[in-house]
Nanobody, 128 residues
Framework: QVQLVESGGALVQPGGSLRLSCAAS????????IGWFRQAPGKEREGVSC????????YSADSIKGRFTISRDNSKNTVYLHMNSLKPEDSAVYYC?????????????????????WGQGTQVIVSS
């Protein structure tokens, strides 16, 4: 079966760091763009950072530029989101999603359209 499983969410203090992982199975991982999205209570789900299937192109939302880094390890069918300098406003459930698409990474990161698979989410709470 097709699965995307997020892990790594935790309670962390402001200024702290976390690494989220998205482990994929059941599809040809190398051919899919992967996006990290997040949803905070009372807010719409938004794109955070996304990476192309080639591992050569990435896009990040302005709110996290310079603080979060996305990477992928195709040999492990896993995408990571390294989060540094965390702020309370980063608190949310974080989801990964996969799309086989001709669209640019930016286009896929600002829209949820045409994603094929979604994970269940992992919760990040940034609080002192």
């Amino acid at each position: 079966q097709v699965q995307l499983v997020e892990s790594g969410g935790a309670l962390v203090q402001p200024g702290g760091s976390l690494r989220l992982s998205c482990a994929a199975s059941g599809f040809i991982f190398d051919y899919y763009h992967i996006g990290w999205f997040r949803q905070a209570p009372g807010k719409e789900r938004e794109g955070v950072s996304c990476i192309s299937f080639s591992d050569g192109s990435t896009y990040s939302a302005d709110s996290i530029k310079g603080r979060f880094t996305i990477s992928r390890d195709n040999s492990k069918n896993t995408v990571y989101l390294h989060m540094n300098s965390l702020k309370p406003e980063d608190s949310a459930v974080y989801y990964c999603a996969a799309a086989a698409t001709w669209r640019t990474v930016q286009a896929m990161c600002v829209s949820e359209d045409e994603y094929d698979y979604w994970g269940q989410g992992t919760q990040v709470i940034v609080s002192s």
